[in-house]
């Protein structure tokens, strides 16, 4: 299965700021999905990284706070924008092998703390 | 829609005791595929086991067991000889092709394993 490195591994940013998070994979992968989870909480699908093209967003989730680029096949980057307090989370990209029985590969997560 | 359902928010095991994690799904595709993952308190996901919706057998990877009723739509996970390093959140998780192939996730189910 895919390697994937994300980065940074955790952060703590003032609110109203934003920040970028990368997800560099060592093969062409064409599924990439990005997670939040919240405190105590389950992971939810923010978003599919499509390449070359817009993200499709999950309900509840829009490209104006989580703006998402996908330049090629083993890349892609999560923006989380004018943050607050609430976007207090871990964010997590994963990358999926519809075919394979390992399923999915995740990122190691970025733990973001907004103060 | 889909839908999975883990009722247990938290469990204790005694080590070298097995536990069964419970988990539920709800799909009107006959194609899907069902995921269980460890993730420790360092926030990483860990896959531990696949079965598909058309597979005849149980999954098993190690001490890993995955009870699949198909009928009664529930994937249960069961650990044998739980060791320390076992305590940790379990997510279950199913991927249907009707949903472009990704994952939704349960609630999560705590384990703590006791010496």
């Known amino acids: 299965s895919a390697v994937i490195s994300q980065k940074p591994s955790r952060d703590i940013c003032q609110r109203g700021t934003s920040l970028t998070i990368q997800c560099q994979v060592d093969?062409?992968?064409?599924?990439m999905f990005w997670y939040r989870q919240q405190p105590g909480q389950s992971l939810t699908l923010i978003a599919t990284?499509?390449?070359?093209?817009?993200?499709?967003?999950e309900s509840g989730f829009v490209i104006d706070k989580f703006p998402i680029s996908r330049p090629n096949l083993t890349f892609s980057t999560l923006t989380v924008s004018n943050m607050s307090p609430e976007d207090s989370s871990i964010y997590l990209c994963?990358?999926?092998?519809?075919?394979?029985?390992?399923?999915?590969?995740f990122g190691s997560g970025t733990r973001l703390t907004v103060v | 829609a889909q839908k999975i359902t883990q009722t247990q928010p938290g469990m204790f095991v005694q080590e070298k005791e097995a536990v069964t994690l419970d988990c539920t799904y709800d799909?009107?595709?006959?194609?899907?595929?069902l995921f269980w993952y460890k993730q420790p308190s360092s926030g990483e996901m860990i896959f531990l086991i696949y079965?598909?919706?058309?597979?005849?057998q149980n999954a098993t990877e190690g001490r890993y067991s995955l009870n699949f009723q198909k009928a009664r739509k529930s994937a249960n996970l069961v650990i044998s000889a739980s060791q320390l390093g076992d305590s940790a959140m379990y997510f279950c998780?199913?991927?249907?092709?009707?949903?472009?192939?990704?994952?939704?996730f349960g609630a999560g189910t705590t384990v703590t394993v006791r010496a």
């Open positions: 994963s990358v999926g092998h519809p075919d394979s029985v390992y399923g999915y590969t």
């Open positions: 093969s062409q992968v064409t599924m």
């Open positions: 990284a499509n390449q070359g093209s817009e993200a499709t967003y």
């Open positions: 799909t009107s595709d006959p194609s899907y595929g």
């Open positions: 079965q598909g919706s058309y597979d005849q």
């Open positions: 998780a199913m991927r249907v092709r009707s949903n472009d192939y990704k994952l939704s």
